[in-house]
């Protein structure tokens, strides 16, 4: 089977790279966007499974993404991550009346991405790797 | 409302934002790191990493309670997982 396909868009270098280690190890593809003009142009190129998007971006923000991804109809269905640092309160409400699936405030602990992704692509739980510091093995 | 005040008022949302974003990286790569994926670790590396790990947990509390009003608990944050509204096949 492919492996599922996931666009992180996030204006953070150390952010995107960390998302990526681990979900490489967990066997998912992953793209990358740091704004949000190439988060909508990354994602019309790779036809995402998933997108974990943030909302502090340049050239927009994640609200303005989700906005243009309603407008392009293949695009639309892709399920949306919101990861961020914004405070929950508002942000959390608007986000899921924008469209996204969850919100998860930073710093996320890598079980808990995990689990929302698996949710969110319905792969069944227990298929991946759990990770020792989330077990509380350290 | 003037500049000051402004920037006064929006100075906790700022911290957190910032806070959040520079924990988040802690977290991220401590568990790269205590997970082997960049290589395996010995005992007592595992263990320095895990106290790092504990005390990023511990900041990130205090941003919950102090900043947010939140207690930033694993139920609260379960919580927010299982409102995730499944998938419309």
């Known amino acids: 089977m492919d492996s599922r396909k996931i666009l992180i868009v996030d204006d953070n270098a150390d952010i995107r790279l960390g998302m990526h280690l681990r979900l490489k190890a967990n066997q998912y593809e992953t793209f990358f966007a740091a704004d949000a003009f190439s988060g909508v142009a990354e994602a019309r190129k790779h036809r995402p499974d998933l997108i974990i998007l943030d909302l502090g971006l340049p050239a927009g923000d994640g609200f303005t993404v989700m906005e243009r991804l309603k407008q392009i109809p293949f695009l639309a269905v892709i399920p949306i991550i919101v990861v961020s640092a914004r405070d929950g309160l508002g942000n959390q409400k608007r986000a899921h009346e924008a469209g996204a699936r969850a919100f998860l405030q930073k710093p996320v602990n890598d079980a808990e991405l995990l689990a929302v992704i698996r949710q969110a692509l319905g792969e069944p739980a227990g298929t991946k790797k759990p990770t020792l510091y989330d077990q509380g093995s350290v | ?89």
Do not use: W
């Open chain 2, 1 to 89: 409302m003037t500049k000051t005040t402004r920037s006064t008022s929006e100075l906790p949302a700022y911290l957190s934002h910032e806070l959040r974003n520079a924990l988040a990286c802690i977290q991220q790569f401590g568990s790269i790191l205590v997970d082997g994926l960049a290589g395996e670790l010995s005992g007592e590396q595992r263990e320095y990493l895990g106290i790092m790990l504990e005390n990023a947990s511990k900041i990130r509390r205090v941003l919950d309670s102090a900043l947010d009003g939140t207690d930033g608990s694993l139920e609260e944050r379960t919580n927010k997982i299982e409102r995730v509204p499944k998938l419309e096949t």
